[in-house]
């Protein structure tokens, strides 16, 4: 069975502070797609980032950068320099790459972000 | 332009009146789902669909049904709405082409069952 687990429940900065949100997740797959996904006050959700098991390169997006770490089954995300824009709820997520469960997309609890100006 | 529709968006209803939450998608998607969305527990597949006329339970499929006799089209049925089914509703899609793609996801229908 798959679990992704987020334990901050919810975080609050500053303006221009730099901030981590946490996932870790579990999975008995060896190929596996991690997400995240952005969801602001208005409701919808966003697609911010998929990232592949073969691939433990971090990657940057302008003020988003992502640390997957397969040996720790984690798969942060860091915004620096955040903005009051960056208020939202945030949900990583674990998807199979195969097998009967193929498709099938697990959430984590969320983590809310709040931006102070 | 590329997107997932929701009907209604805002539903009030009452215990045991039957109810259908419309998802159409103009992308040519092979995959559908529906999720979905309550505090502190993130959100949680209810069915999905490979294809047409090939459904599945997801993690929270009881009180649900869902047909898929169109590419495009994947409604979400409540026979018997319940007040435990006070949700947010997400409908979302991807391509199937042999790998997990991205699932791009609607507006969310809020439902409010007395």
């Known amino acids: 069975a798959q679990k992704v687990t987020q334990a901050q429940t919810e975080i609050s900065v500053v303006e221009k502070e730099d901030v981590t949100l946490d996932c870790v997740y579990e999975t008995r797959d060896t190929t596996y797609y991690l997400f995240w996904y952005k969801q602001p006050p208005s409701g919808e959700l966003v697609f911010l980032i998929r990232?592949?098991?073969?691939?433990?390169q971090n990657e940057i997006s302008g003020r988003y950068s992502w640390n997957f770490q397969k040996s720790t089954s984690s798969f942060n995300f860091t915004i620096t320099a955040s903005q009051v824009v960056d208020s939202a709820v945030y949900f990583c997520a674990l998807s199979p790459a195969g097998g009967t469960s193929y498709g099938k997309l697990t959430f984590g609890q969320g983590t809310i972000l709040t931006v102070h100006p | 332009e590329a997107q997932v529709t929701q009907n209604p968006r805002y539903l009030i209803t009452v215990t045991g009146k039957k109810l259908t939450v419309t998802c159409s998608q103009n992308?040519?998607?092979?995959?559908m789902s529906w999720y979905r969305q309550d505090p502190g527990l993130g959100l949680r597949q209810i069915y999905y669909s490979m294809n047409v006329e090939v459904t599945d339970k997801g993690d929270v499929p009881e009180g649900y049904k869902v047909s898929r006799k169109e590419k495009r089209n994947f409604p979400l049925i409540l026979e018997s709405p319940s007040p435990n089914q006070t949700s947010l509703y997400f409908c979302?899609?991807?391509?199937?082409?042999?790998?997990?793609?991205?699932?791009?996801f609607g507006p969310g229908t809020r439902l409010t069952v007395l």
């Open positions: 979302a899609s991807s391509k199937l082409a042999g790998v997990p793609d991205t699932q791009y």
């Open positions: 992308m040519n998607h092979e995959y």
């Open positions: 990232r592949n098991s073969f691939d433990e």
